[in-house]
């Protein structure tokens, strides 16, 4: 199996694994007990917590919070804010389901939604942005990585720059995309928000984590036993907990070579593909792109129609993100990303890991190839 889908979920590091095999089978009791074994299995997720802090530069700044997703996450800060009638809310059109459907639910409590404006390589229009604030925005959502263009957000020049003008703007980012994947730091205080996601990055699925800068209020979407400082009421699940902070650990000693690495597949891709398939193109390109990201368009032929053949060879690639891939029809997010309606069936989105080997690319490319010169004779 050739599998290019990590922007979607890829696989466990071993070394993650094995954590969560060994915590499943000794942590077992319930860290908010008060006895010396539950003491000592909250010691860990502690630890697990403060190097998470760490790792971002964050611990003087921020708290965090563990939750079961990145989707849980921007959940907990959108509508934990309490907006009210006529507070206006900025979000991108382009972004994962998991901002934008939160912040458009805010209209149900007269919240008013304004789109970000978008430049042409899918990034955001700072300027267009700064020109639209009228001193009533409240929330900023936006994505680190956009996980459907790969386009960078330079977020804390933006963050600081939308506080110059409105210092009342909550700024919260999806950090999803580029945790331990960029090099990044919270330590300037700028951002308020940064939610990261386990299974992006060799984790577990179920573990994800909200940071939140100190002296912000938010209104918890569970009730119940008050874990996590009364942010998620839950018993918390050790072994995913433990498991997640340990692929953070294991791409923390390598995650800046990767990037190299990666960046040099996603080259011989392009080439490869460029030399061979005629008026195939790469919408978004740059040092604003991240290399883990590869989004082609191949005008003429459905991309469900040469997805389905490469199924067939057991190699997995998508059209879209995993979260959007039942949309039907005309694609808002491609409309956002300024993609012309008439490529929206031709979009591929390749996605990379460290894992990725130079002969699975190759061999990727030679079966797109040959799958669309057969697919070209026959129409």
Sequence with gaps: MIYLDHAASTSMWDEALDVLVRSSGEDY???SSSHKFGRGVLKKIE???KFMLDFLDAGSLYDLFFTSSATESNNTVIKGLNLKEGDIVYVSEADHPSLLKPAQYLENFGAVINYIPMREDGGVDLGGLLNLMNGKEKLLVISFVNNQSGNINDIRDIAAKVKEKNKLVHVHVDGVQGFCKIPFS???GSIDSFSVSSHKIGGPKGAAAL??????ALEPLLSGGGQEGGMRSSTRPTPLILSFSESVRYLSNRYEKDIEYVSDLNKKVKKNLEDSIP????????????SYILNLIIPGISSD??????EEKDIYISTTSACSSGDKGEN???????????????VYRVSFSGKTTGNEVQIFCSEIISIYNELSELL
């Excluded at 940071?211 to 912000?216: E, F, N, P, Q, V």
């Design 47 to 49: 630890n697990s917590r």
């Design 29 to 31: 009791c319930n860290p």
């Design 305 to 310: 129609i040469i997805v389905r053949h490469l």
């Design 211 to 216: 940071y939140l800068r100190k002296g912000i």
């Design 279 to 290: 008026g195939i193109f790469f919408p978004f390109s740059g040092e604003n792109i991240s």
């Design 186 to 188: 919270l330590s300037d």
């Design 332 to 346: 808002p997010v491609f409309r956002a990303l300024g993609i012309p309606e008439k490529f929206h069936n031709s």
